[in-house]
Nanobody, 118 residues
Framework: QVQLVESGGGLVQPGGSLRLSCTAS????????MEWYRQAPVKERELVAT????????TYSDSVKGRFTISRDNAKNTVYLQMNSLKPDDTAVYYC???????????WGQGTQVTVSS
């Protein structure tokens, strides 16, 4: 059974930092492109960052570029999202997503809440 478990969310003041983690089990982690999405209340789910299976070529949405960094440790089956200079607009539930680009298999985590507020 595939599981993706996110952690690291919480309440932080504007300008602060958080690091999210997503640990996968039940799949061959290195085969999967890993993505972070977020969804704020009454908004559509937004793709925030993507990292390919070997770790190269991370990409970011314009809204987080220069502030967020995605990385992965294939030995630990874990993907990270380092979030710096956080803004109230970053408040959302953050989800990790694993995608096998060859087969189309896709798996989601349960989400972790990030709240940026003073």
């Amino acid at each position: 059974q595939v599981q993706l478990v996110e952690s690291g969310g919480g309440l932080v003041q504007p300008g602060g930092s958080l690091r999210l983690s997503c640990t996968a089990s039940g799949l061959t982690f290195i085969r999967y492109t890993m993505e972070w999405y977020r969804q704020a209340p009454v908004k559509e789910r937004e793709l925030v960052a993507t990292i390919l299976s070997a770790g190269g070529n991370p990409t970011y949405s314009d809204s987080v570029k220069g502030r967020f960094t995605i990385s992965r440790d294939n030995a630990k089956n874990t993907v990270y999202l380092q979030m710096n200079s956080l803004k109230p607009d970053d408040t959302a539930v953050y989800y990790c997503n694993a995608v096998d680009r060859w087969t189309g298999d896709q798996f989601w985590g349960q989400g972790t809440q990030v709240t940026v507020s003073s």
